[in-house]
């Protein structure tokens, strides 16, 4: 799996946003006011992390490296980075307007993100809201049939072991999260679930499942971090099932370019520009 994010111990310090409250307007794209790039902290299979002289914020850069399959499946897809930094600034937009709380704290650059440092929470929280992947694999179901409430599921985050599926038993045992936080990880995933779930929809977009991370900040607060992008969603054109997502490469679909630039057109089209059926029909899937 993917998900690496800013796994940088946080300073000590409360962060402090480089840009307005959420959804304020643009977001900072360089110049005056930024902080500084420092040394690098982690590099993950598709993020890298840096320090910043900002002891608060940490600098995330978005490669064009992609990997599946725990990195047995390889290639380098020009533009990915920039098109996923996009995507996720705009998503986590909609998300902190829905009143959760994330690490988004503004772009610098284009491929680039300025994030609240936490600690990453070593537990992968996949939301889903249509059979697919691993749950049609695991359950037999048919992939394409939506479920009748969201499914939320959490994976250890531990590439050597394949980042198997645990349940919360396992998250306390293995010392992961306390109870309370693994409620607030829960509440926060089905809040972000129902505001992306919405504002896609009415881009002509079903969002049929996705995985989370989250993070504690210096003080303990949970903060959803990581990205939110078609390396970490799926997202089905909701007319014609077409996947404009990490699946075309899984898959060897190819096309993964053009589908990520069709998924930033819609997230940053207003509600109905996503596509000519958008607003209309049932919001069914063909797959
Ligand atoms: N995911 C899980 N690990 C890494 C990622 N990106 C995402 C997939 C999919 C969802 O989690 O992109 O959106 C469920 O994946 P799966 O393989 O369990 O069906
Ligand atoms: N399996 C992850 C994914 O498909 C990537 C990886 O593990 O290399 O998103």
Not at 111 to 128: G, S, T
Not at 130 to 142: F, H, Y
Not at 188 to 215: P, Q, S, T, W
Request: net charge neutral; hydrophobic share 40%; proline share 5%.
């Amino acid at each position: 799996m993917t998900g690496t994010s800013g796994a940088a111990a946080a300073g000590g310090q409360a962060a402090r946003p480089v840009q307005g409250p959420a959804g304020a307007g643009p977001a900072a794209t360089g110049g005056p006011g930024l902080p500084r790039r420092l040394e690098r902290l982690y590099e993950g299979k598709a993020k890298v992390v840096y320090r910043t002289s900002d002891p608060g914020l940490v600098w995330i850069h978005f490669k064009d490296d992609t990997t599946a399959f725990d990195g047995k499946k390889r290639a380098f897809i020009p533009g990915k980075g920039r098109l996923n930094a996009l995507i996720s600034a705009h998503l986590f937009r909609v998300v902190e307007d829905a009143g959760v709380p994330t690490h988004f704290a503004g772009l610098a650059g284009e491929r680039d993100m300025l994030a609240r440092a936490v600690k990453i929470i070593p537990i992968e929280v996949v939301v889903r809201n249509v059979v697919a992947g691993s749950l049609a694999r695991r359950l037999g179901l048919p992939e394409g049939q939506p479920l009748p409430e969201a499914v939320v599921e959490l994976y250890y985050k531990r590439d050597d072991l394949g980042d198997p599926l645990i349940n919360r038993s396992h998250a306390r045992v293995l010392g992961l999260a306390r109870d309370e936080e693994l409620d607030r990880i829960q509440d926060m995933a089905l809040a972000i679930n129902r505001a992306l779930r919405d504002f896609l929809l009415d881009r002509g977009l079903v969002l049929v499942d996705f995985k989370l991370e989250f993070g504690r900040d210096a003080g303990g607060q949970i903060l959803l971090a990581d990205e939110i992008s078609p390396d970490t969603c799926r997202f089905w054109d909701r007319t014609t099932g077409q996947r404009l997502d990490k699946d075309r490469f899984r898959q060897g679909l190819g096309g993964e370019v053009e589908a990520y630039a069709e998924v930033l057109r819609r997230v940053t089209a207003g509600a109905g520009d996503g596509s000519p059926a958008a607003g209309a029909g049932t919001g069914e899937v063909r797959s």
